[in-house]
């Protein structure tokens, strides 16, 4: 799946938002299924650590671009877990 040239410029926050939205849950229960705090989402500043996204996100949404996610290179899922979780 790729995403316009503006996401792509976009900052991590904007980029996990997307992500969200893309997978039709709220951000808390995004949180939640991640073992991140309430509200973390809302307070990411300027990125997210690499070690969060391995330990947090990556076991539960292994189809989320890691290299996406946090640089806003290529594609929002990677092909090869794309199977894995499908939005709603």
Same mark, same amino acid.
Do not use: C
């Given at each position: 799946?790729?995403?316009?040239?503006?996401? $792509?410029? %976009?900052?991590?926050? &904007?980029?996990?938002?997307?992500?969200?939205?893309?997978? !039709?849950? %709220?951000?808390? !229960?995004? $949180?939640?299924?991640?073992?991140? %705090?309430?509200?973390?989402?809302?307070?990411?500043?300027?990125?997210?650590?690499? $070690?969060?996204?391995? &330990?947090?996100?990556?076991?539960?949404?292994?189809?989320?671009?890691?290299?996406?996610?946090?640089?806003? $290179?290529? !594609?929002?899922?990677? &092909?090869?877990?794309?199977?894995?979780?499908?939005?709603?």
């Amino acid at each position: 799946m790729k995403i316009n040239e503006n996401l $792509e410029q %976009s900052s991590v926050k &904007e980029r996990l938002k997307f992500f969200i939205r893309y997978l !039709d849950i %709220s951000q808390s !229960d995004f $949180e939640k299924k991640t073992n991140l %705090s309430n509200g973390y989402v809302n307070n990411i500043r300027k990125s997210i650590k690499s $070690e969060k996204f391995d &330990e947090n996100i990556a076991p539960v949404f292994p189809q989320l671009n890691k290299i996406w996610l946090l640089h806003g $290179e290529g !594609d929002m899922l990677d &092909e090869l877990d794309v199977h894995h979780y499908k939005p709603k």
